[in-house]
């Protein structure tokens, strides 16, 4: 059983930063490691996600060149360092990792097994 705990999440002003950090206990291979949010009363939607073969990070487009996804293989541990942030960002974000033989829709939740509990990231203005 795979578990994800995610932190760093809190209250920031508009413009501020934050970084979010996501430890996967347990032993299993993954091939994406994401991150949602979900605002009150919205869908959890897609925010990026991360190869875990080969690095390559994919972003949601109101989130591309604010926030970078990293990981650390050694250490079974995602980051999300959020850039420029707006209070629309405000939202619970979830850490989640999909199957080693997942499909390749990263964007979509169906694509990951396990979640964690969600860390909340407040922005005020």
């Known amino acids: 059983q795979v578990q994800l705990v995610e932190s760093g999440g809190g209250l920031v002003q508009a413009g501020g930063s934050l970084r979010l950090s996501c430890v996967a206990s347990g032993r299993s291979y993954t091939r994406y490691m994401g991150w949602f949010r979900q605002a009150p009363g919205k869908e959890r939607e897609f925010v990026s996600a991360i190869s875990w073969i080969d690095g390559n990070g994919y972003y949601l487009d109101s989130v591309r060149g604010r926030f970078t996804i990293s990981r650390d293989n050694a250490k079974n541990t995602v980051y999300l360092q959020m850039n420029s942030l707006k209070p629309e960002d405000t939202a619970v974000y979830y850490c989640?990792?999909?199957?080693?033989?997942?499909?390749?829709?990263?964007?979509?939740?169906?694509?990951?097994?396990?979640w964690g509990q969600g860390t909340q990231v407040t922005v005020s203005s």
């Open positions: 989640a990792k999909s199957g080693v033989w997942s499909g390749t829709s990263y964007w979509r939740s169906i694509t990951y097994d396990s």
